[in-house]
């Protein structure tokens, strides 16, 4: 991960603006592990602001499908909301009821993978060698998610981007940071998951906020796309 309908809208590859790409579209998710429910709104606002529209709560963070429910309705219009450490069809399930759409993986589960799609939801599910990747892609993904992306390097990615379909978006997720945008991106990242780099648990959303204002710039700078508003743009998730 159109602009308009981010929660509805489950199968672009890359941000559309009026007339075609908007070349501001930023492939960023936020990753919270270990948000709790009512650190949920100003944070997630806050993240908003800055200029991030894709949100994972990992399911291993206090009470996750109630803070998800929370950013759902607090932000479904504007945001895509969805979960991280997701290993359970049944998880699946329940996110869909809540009306999340984004389904984050640490590995490569068909199951999960299937399930995500069959409630029309956004998949990343996790690989590391081509193998996974290319199971990934038969199941259904819609991108994938590079983990732990730190010890393949921006050079296992080259090589990896080498065989993979150039509409299938990849994110560098697991110690990447705002240094090393530009060089994931020559690789053929599409974007990249953001973990402590952007939020630890005890956070005031004013610091996240500053965080995450930093790393759009970042960011926006290494594409060499020209700022124009923090709040402008809308990540393309895939799916």
């Given at each position: 991960?159109?602009?308009?309908?981010?929660?509805?809208?489950?199968?672009?590859?890359?941000?559309?603006?009026?007339?075609?790409?908007?070349?501001?579209?930023?492939?960023?998710?936020?990753?919270?592990?270990?948000?709790?429910?009512?650190?949920?709104?100003?944070?997630?606002?806050?993240?908003?602001?800055?200029?991030?529209?894709?949100?994972?709560?990992?399911?291993?963070?206090?009470?996750?499908?109630?803070?998800?429910?929370?950013?759902?309705?607090?932000?479904?219009?504007?945001?895509?909301?969805?979960?991280?450490?997701?290993?359970?069809?049944?998880?699946?399930?329940?996110?869909?009821?809540?009306?999340?759409?984004?389904?984050v993986a640490p590995d490569c589960n068909p199951v999960v993978i299937?399930?995500?799609?069959?409630?029309?939801?956004?998949?990343?599910?996790?690989?590391?060698?081509?193998?996974?990747?290319?199971?990934?892609?038969?199941?259904?993904?819609?991108?994938?998610?590079?983990?732990?992306?730190?010890?393949?390097?921006?050079?296992?990615?080259?090589?990896?981007?080498?065989?993979?379909?150039?509409?299938?978006?990849?994110?560098?997720?697991?110690?990447?940071?705002?240094?090393?945008?530009?060089?994931?991106?020559a690789a053929g990242a599409a974007g990249f998951g953001l973990g402590?780099?952007?939020?630890?648990?005890?956070?005031?959303?004013?610091?996240?906020?500053?965080?995450?204002?930093?790393?759009?710039?970042?960011?926006?700078?290494?594409?060499?796309?020209?700022?124009?508003?923090?709040?402008?743009?809308?990540?393309?998730?895939?799916?």
């Amino acid at each position: 991960m159109t602009r308009p309908e981010p929660q509805t809208d489950h199968d672009t590859a890359t941000p559309k603006g009026p007339t075609g790409p908007d070349p501001r579209g930023r492939a960023l998710v936020a990753i919270l592990r270990g948000l709790t429910p009512d650190e949920a709104e100003p944070v997630g606002a806050a993240l908003l602001e800055a200029g991030i529209d894709t949100i994972e709560v990992p399911l291993n963070s206090p009470r996750p499908f109630d803070s998800i429910a929370r950013l759902v309705r607090a932000f479904s219009g504007r945001a895509r909301i969805g979960a991280g450490t997701v290993l359970d069809p049944e998880d699946v399930r329940r996110l869909a009821d809540i009306g999340a759409r984004l389904v984050v993986a640490p590995d490569c589960n068909p199951v999960v993978i299937r399930a995500a799609r069959l409630h029309d939801m956004a998949c990343l599910p996790g690989v590391f060698t081509a193998t996974e990747c290319f199971a990934a892609i038969r199941a259904g993904a819609t991108g994938l998610k590079l983990f732990p992306a730190a010890l393949c390097g921006p050079a296992g990615l080259g090589a990896l981007s080498a065989v993979l379909p150039p509409e299938m978006p990849v994110y560098a997720v697991g110690g990447v940071g705002p240094d090393d945008f530009a060089d994931w991106l020559a690789a053929g990242a599409a974007g990249f998951g953001l973990g402590t780099a952007l939020y630890r648990p005890g956070m005031t959303a004013a610091e996240v906020g500053a965080r995450a204002a930093r790393i759009v710039a970042a960011f926006d700078a290494a594409r060499g796309v020209e700022p124009a508003g923090a709040t402008q743009g809308r990540a393309p998730t895939p799916g």
